[in-house]
């Protein structure tokens, strides 16, 4: 059996232990792009000019122009984000998952920059870098808590690998020239089979990402829901499905079929052998992300897909008397 759990202890070491102050801030960034060096190094200077001390893996240090005072620590485990109070990620859609997987494992709440494309789980853009360090400081942010999957794999019913997920657990085809047969269950009961080249699992958080590209409803993050979304399915009953979050969702690979591939937020992958059953319920360990904003969930949907809404007029107006 395997587990993608961390394991390991947190072995930091340091330019200037504790930094500049009692309060500390961790920061995550892609340093393999230039505007994110940039913008951590805008970031961390900032908060040190505020006294706050800044943790940073010591791997991305390396890329970064940081001063002493930043305090370097080892990637091991989420136990690096020990006595932070805040998770900054600086990135797109990647670099926001892997932080996901520290926030999870910490319980440390997250805030993102997007750097990327589209960038559903941050919070805020490069132009407001300074409005971050601002808001960070004088903890003028919220933190609300956004739903996961626990993912279970099963061969000839014993446990082959646990998993989890923020946005999804997909589980595709690997052979491009024969399609995956599979049957899905929800709730202990089965629902239909077909050939496809997979099956999406998502959050209402990972409605956005990879359940929208394979025609998968959008749902706002407040309903608590689970998805089941086809992918390329040949046949005449393959509606994307919403369950309850209580419900725990099925997808069984058929003894007679290549074998599949099994993907957790497109980060962690695992071979399915045919007969593999793959399980997903709700999640035991939410991710908290912290919010700047009180924008609706409509105004960040119109806003990251650039839709046309020219012509509203609003609601009509009643009378005054």
């Known amino acids: 059996m395997t587990d993608s759990a961390d394991t390991g202890a947190y072995t930091g070491s340091t330019a200037a232990a504790g930094g500049a102050g009692e309060r500390t801030v961790f920061l995550l960034a892609h340093t393999g792009r230039p505007a994110a060096i940039r913008s951590a190094e805008l970031v961390v200077q900032g908060l040190l000019k505020s006294g706050l001390g800044v943790r940073v893996l010591a791997d991305e240090a390396v890329d970064l122009p940081l001063p002493p005072e930043v305090e370097l620590v080892a990637e091991c485990t989420p136990k690096v984000l020990d006595g932070c109070e805040l998770l900054i990620v600086l990135g797109g859609d990647g670099t926001l998952l892997r932080g996901a997987e520290f926030a999870r494992g ?182 908290r992300l912290a919010r700047l904003h009180h924008a609706s969930f409509t105004d960040r949907l119109v806003a990251k897909f650039a839709l046309p809404v020219s012509g509203w007029r609003g609601a009509p107006h009643e009378a005054r008397d």
């Open 106 to 287: 910490s319980g440390v709440p997250m805030l993102g920059v997007n750097l990327g494309r589209v960038g559903f789980l941050a919070e805020a853009e490069r132009d407001d870098l300074d409005q971050v360090v601002e808001r960070v400081v004088t903890r003028a942010y919220e933190v609300e808590e956004r739903m996961t999957i626990d993912v279970v794999v099963r061969t000839n019913g014993d446990v082959l690998h646990r998993d989890w997920a923020l946005n999804e657990a997909a589980v595709q085809k690997v052979s491009p020239e024969r399609m995956l047969e599979v049957v899905l269950e929800i709730d202990g009961r089965p629902v239909t089979g077909f050939g496809c080249d997979g099956i999406v699992c998502a959050t209402p958080t990972g409605s956005t990402a990879y359940a929208f590209s394979a025609g998968g409803p959008v749902v706002w993050p407040e309903v608590e829901a689970l998805l089941m979304v086809p992918i390329s399915a040949h046949a005449l009953f393959a509606k994307p499905l919403v369950t309850s979050p209580d419900s725990v969702l099925a997808v069984e690979v058929q003894p007679g079929t290549p074998h599949g591939v099994l993907w957790c937020d497109g980060r962690r992958t695992l071979e399915l052998p045919a007969g593999a059953r793959v399980e997903v319920r709700r999640g035991a360990v939410p991710v």
